[in-house]
C-alpha cells in the first residue's frame, strides 16, 4: 500500500515552460486535492476532485489545470511557468469528504527560473 | 474570515518540556479542527483532530484545548521529545455541498532540543 504518490520529487523549469505534477493514489479515495506550500503561508488550496470527471477551483487556481480521468490519478499542469509558482506542492486525498483527514503525498519542490 | 491565525512561528523546548502552539480562527462556520505534523521532507500527516462541542482531547501527550467562546485552540505536547522536532499545522474545516473546506494556519517550526 503506497498511499498517495508524487513525481517528480524536484523540478526546475524555466519561465515559460510547461510541466505536469503527478499524483497516484491507492487507496480508492474519492477526494483529491493539490496544495502549494510557501514559507509563512500554510498550505493553500490550488485545485480539487471529489470524483473521477469532477473538479473544481481553490483559493489559488491561476496558472494551474486538473483533470481526474481515473479514480487514482490527479495530474496537475502547469502552462506556462511563472517564477511566482516556484512552491512545494502536496497532493492530498482522503475517504469521502475529508472529514477523516487527508493523506498527503511527499511533495514535489519546483523551482521556477 | 476565512484565515486561520498561528503563533509562535518558531518555538524551541527543552526535552521534557511542555510545547504550546497557539490558533485563532474568526468564522463560526469552522466545525472542525485537525492539527497535522509535518517533517522535514515528508507530507504533513493527521496528528489529532477535535469539534467545538469538546472542550478537549487527549491522545497519548499531544492534548487539544477548545475555546469556542474565544475562537481559540491550542496544542499542548507534554514531555517534548527531540522526535517531536517537526512544523505543526492547524487547521480549520467546514462542510461544503460536496467537499470539506480546511483553511490552514502558517505552521509553527518546532525544536526540541536535549
Known amino acids: 500500500n503506497a498511499g498517495v504518490t508524487q513525481t517528480p520529487k524536484f523540478q526546475v523549469l524555466k519561465t515559460g515552460q510547461s510541466m505536469t505534477l503527478q499524483c497516484a493514489q491507492d487507496?480508492?479515495?474519492?477526494?483529491m486535492s493539490w496544495y502549494r506550500q510557501d514559507p509563512g503561508m500554510g498550505l493553500r488550496l490550488i485545485h480539487y476532485?471529489?470524483?473521477?470527471?469532477?473538479?473544481d477551483q481553490g483559493e489559488v487556481p491561476n496558472g494551474y489545470n486538473v483533470s481526474r480521468s481515473t479514480t487514482e490519478d490527479f495530474p496537475l499542469r502547469l502552462l506556462s511557468a511563472a517564477p511566482s509558482q516556484t512552491s512545494v506542492y502536496f497532493c492530498?486525498?482522503?475517504?469521502?469528504?475529508?472529514?477523516?483527514?487527508?493523506?498527503f503525498g511527499s511533495g514535489t519542490r519546483l523551482t521556477v527560473v | 474570515q476565512q484565515q486561520v491565525k498561528q503563533s509562535p512561528q518558531s518555538l524551541i523546548v527543552q526535552k521534557g518540556g511542555i510545547s504550546i502552539i497557539n490558533c485563532a480562527y474568526e468564522?463560526?462556520?469552522?466545525?472542525?479542527f485537525p492539527w497535522y505534523q509535518q517533517f522535514p521532507g515528508k507530507g504533513p500527516a493527521l496528528l489529532i483532530a477535535?469539534?467545538?462541542?469538546?472542550s478537549e482531547k487527549k491522545e497519548g501527550r499531544f492534548t487539544i484545548s477548545f475555546n469556542k467562546s474565544a475562537k481559540q485552540f491550542s496544542l499542548h505536547i507534554m514531555d517534548s521529545q527531540p522526535g517531536d522536532s517537526a512544523t505543526y499545522f492547524c487547521?480549520?474545516?467546514?462542510?461544503?455541498?460536496?467537499?470539506?473546506?480546511?483553511?490552514f494556519g502558517p505552521g509553527t517550526s518546532l525544536s526540541v532540543i536535549p
Open positions: 492530498a486525498s482522503s475517504y469521502g469528504q475529508g472529514r477523516g483527514g487527508y493523506t
Open positions: 487507496m480508492n479515495h474519492e477526494y
Open positions: 476532485s471529489v470524483g473521477a470527471g469532477i473538479t
Open positions: 468564522n463560526t462556520a469552522f466545525d472542525y
Open positions: 477535535i469539534r467545538p462541542d469538546v
Open positions: 487547521a480549520a474545516s467546514m462542510m461544503k455541498t460536496s467537499y470539506d473546506k480546511v483553511i
